[in-house]
């Protein structure tokens, strides 16, 4: 009687018990996961003429996982810190499988040997005070989307937050009385308040003045009256970010430390402006 085939069964328990029941991930680590799996099956379906019902453990060796990272980097054009994440997926689940199934230890440990590709870290860009101004001064306050931008991008620039935490905010989440701060479950899933200055308490309080939502609506909507749509599904506004580059919306996040380190260097006081 033929054995049957692990890999798939594997498969499944490392999402529905390892990953979702016992480490509790992310939606997001989930669905990255997922998107290496998507791309490692279709691949082996091209390159080994195997369905992925039929793939099976050995068919994932060394080899064969070299060469899919090399196919995403050169024919997918994946960065070297993309290749990675994927790699990460993969030694992930190999360590499952070493666990529950020791039978294949010597192809999990094979595969656990492949070292992370090294890559040239780019120095991080911050906006100087002229740039944050030209920044600031782009969208047009005599309409409604740009008075929503320009809080949007006032918020960012002076928390540090990431564009995901932005996009996910609820009025709820803004205080403006005493201690003005802005609440968000951050990266990690670790909620943590940031403190808000005097200019942005000012334009929030009007924005949030002319939103005039529930507690449970986000802050930035895409539309002065959300749909019942927008309503069920929490859509917030990213026209902003649409128009700004990934890349100056990290320089838009580093940018808020940069006077605390400058106060420090010159020996003052580092605690936010009230």
Known sequence: MKAANPFPALLESFFMDRLMRQRQASPHTIASYRDTFRLLIQYAQQRLRKAPSQLTLPDL??????????HLEQKRDN?????NVRLAAIHSFF?????????YSAVAQRVLAMPSKRYVRRPICFLTPVEIDALLAVPDLNAWNGRRDRALLLLAVQTGLRAAEVIGLRCE?????????????GKGRKTRCTPLRRETVAVLRGWLRERHGQPSDPVFPTTPRPT??????????????DRCSSSLLHAGQKTCHIPFLEAFARDEPTSPRR
């Open 228 to 241: 019942a749509r927008s309503r069920r599904t929490g859509i917030p506004a990213q026209q902003a970010f």
């Open 95 to 103: 360590r499952y499988v070493a666990l529950h199934a020791p039978e």
């Open 79 to 83: 960065s070297a810190r993309s290749r």
């Open 61 to 70: 060796d060394t080899a064969f996982v070299g060469t899919f990272l090399d």
């Open 173 to 185: 989440n803004i205080v403006l009385g005493a201690g003005a701060h802005v609440q968000c479950l």
